[in-house]
């Protein structure tokens, strides 16, 4: 549920959204408070906080979650192979 919410977040340099881009790594609830793991698609991101601000705000719209805390992380570092499958299919026939 949170993953499909999560969807609706596009990162607007890329036009992909934050799920299937490989953005997010780890989602854990516990009662009303989810914990998001992620990263970005580089430390020098200039929308890092526009994405964050995204996943925290569509967290908390969620019926019965209240809090949202994301969690930033480096290690591993994003790459193009974090990507879905599916989303690199349709990168790859549009570029071929």
């Given at each position: 549920m949170l993953r499909a919410r999560l969807r609706q977040l596009i990162d607007p340099e890329l036009g992909l959204n934050v799920v299937d881009l490989g953005l997010i790594r780890k989602i854990e609830v516990v009662g009303s408070t989810?914990?998001?793991t992620m990263t970005l698609t580089s430390p020098g991101c200039p929308i890092g906080e526009v994405l964050i601000d995204g996943v925290?705000?569509?967290?908390?719209?969620t019926p019965g979650l209240?809090?949202?805390?994301?969690?930033?992380?480096?290690?591993?570092?994003?790459?193009?192979?974090?990507?879905?499958?599916t989303t690199q299919e349709t990168l790859n026939s549009t570029f071929l």
């Amino acid at each position: 549920m949170l993953r499909a919410r999560l969807r609706q977040l596009i990162d607007p340099e890329l036009g992909l959204n934050v799920v299937d881009l490989g953005l997010i790594r780890k989602i854990e609830v516990v009662g009303s408070t989810v914990t998001v793991t992620m990263t970005l698609t580089s430390p020098g991101c200039p929308i890092g906080e526009v994405l964050i601000d995204g996943v925290r705000n569509l967290v908390t719209a969620t019926p019965g979650l209240t809090d949202a805390i994301v969690h930033l992380v480096w290690d591993p570092p994003w790459s193009p192979s974090d990507i879905s499958p599916t989303t690199q299919e349709t990168l790859n026939s549009t570029f071929l």
